[in-house]
């Protein structure tokens, strides 16, 4: 068995430590040593993916925003999913992540950051929102933290409160649609999100194919109107 090893470490604008580690053929990126994210363990990223594009199929020039990076699981479903002539932004808050993704990964899905159709931008998702025009995006996913309870960064919480649904709703096309991922269930989210004049479903996502059962949610709003 292979030693767990730390690769690089960085900090966010709040204090808090992200490393990247590599063990057994795998990756793991952890916060203040706690498990955040692995590539063991992406089918819920890719499920994340076809709920937000699952309408977008044989559209032409659509506009999709990713909030989150990560290993690059979701951007590669994303890019699987939507047309030739897509756009798909991907916001990541930490330039780290992205450098990860291309020194570490590029074997994995770090060579997709090179895709003609992607468009990195470093920053607070919820500011990049805030900069779209109306009516800019097809979709939105949203896999920042872990999801509507935030780890590496307190002001992704604007994300998930009436503040960050009304963000959504002006740059979301009209019947756009928003998913959020989310380590797990969470009835009152899914209840703000409907007061907000969304169209809600909760889809149960599993961490790994293998596995028993979903341990993840996928919650996907439909714009009305």
Known sequence: MKPFTTIAQARTSEGAELTLHSHDDHFYLRVNRQPLMGTNAST?????AEQAC????????????IGGLGFGFTLKRVLQLVAKDAIVEVAELLPE??????????HLNGKLLDDPRVQIAIGDVFQIINRAPNAHFDAIMLDVDNGPIAMVHDGNSRLYSTRGFDAISRVLKPRGRVAFWSASQDDAFA?????AGYKVKAVAAKAYEQARRPSHTIFVGDRMG
Not at 191 to 195: A, F, I, P, S
């Open 44 to 48: 819920s990223e890719r499920v994340l």
């Open 54 to 65: 699952a309408k977008l199929t044989g559209v032409g020039g659509a506009r999709v925003l």
């Open 97 to 106: 992540v992205v450098n990860w993704n291309r020194e570490f990964l590029g």
């Open 191 to 195: 209840k703000r999100l409907g007061l």
